[in-house]
């Protein structure tokens, strides 16, 4: 069984940065593409950012680009992928999913096998 678990969600003020994190156990982590969604009260859930199983290619929804950056860690010790966020805008409240996929579409949510407990990020002064 696969298991997801994020961190680092928060209350931050409009400009401010936060880095989430998620922690994979389970499965070969290299196997798998890593993906970031998040979804608002009342709407349907998005893409965030996607990132290959090599850390080859990063991938951006158009509202993060220049503002988020996906990394991952393939170590046995870190097994973790990572989202920093910068120069946070109230609308990026949500809650932000972490989420596993072994296949190779890495914006549409149906392509992901494994997801995680959500973080909730709250931008508000």
């Known amino acids: 069984q696969v298991q997801l678990v994020e961190s680092g969600g928060g209350l931050v003020q409009p400009g401010g940065s936060l880095r989430l994190s998620c922690v994979v156990s389970g499965r070969t982590f290299r196997s798998l593409s890593m993906g970031w969604f998040r979804q608002a009260p009342g709407k349907d859930r998005e893409f965030v950012a996607a990132i290959s199983r090599a850390a080859t290619g990063t991938y951006y929804a158009d509202s993060m680009k220049g503002r988020a950056k996906i990394t991952r860690d393939n170590t046995n010790n870190a097994n973790a992928v990572y989202l920093q966020m910068n120069s946070l805008k109230p609308e990026d409240t949500a809650v932000y999913y972490c989420?596993?996929?072994?296949?190779?579409?890495?914006?549409?949510?149906?392509?992901?096998?494994?997801w995680g407990q959500g973080t909730q990020v709250t931008v508000s002064s």
């Open positions: 989420a596993a996929s072994a296949g190779w579409d890495y914006f549409v949510n149906t392509s992901y096998n494994y």
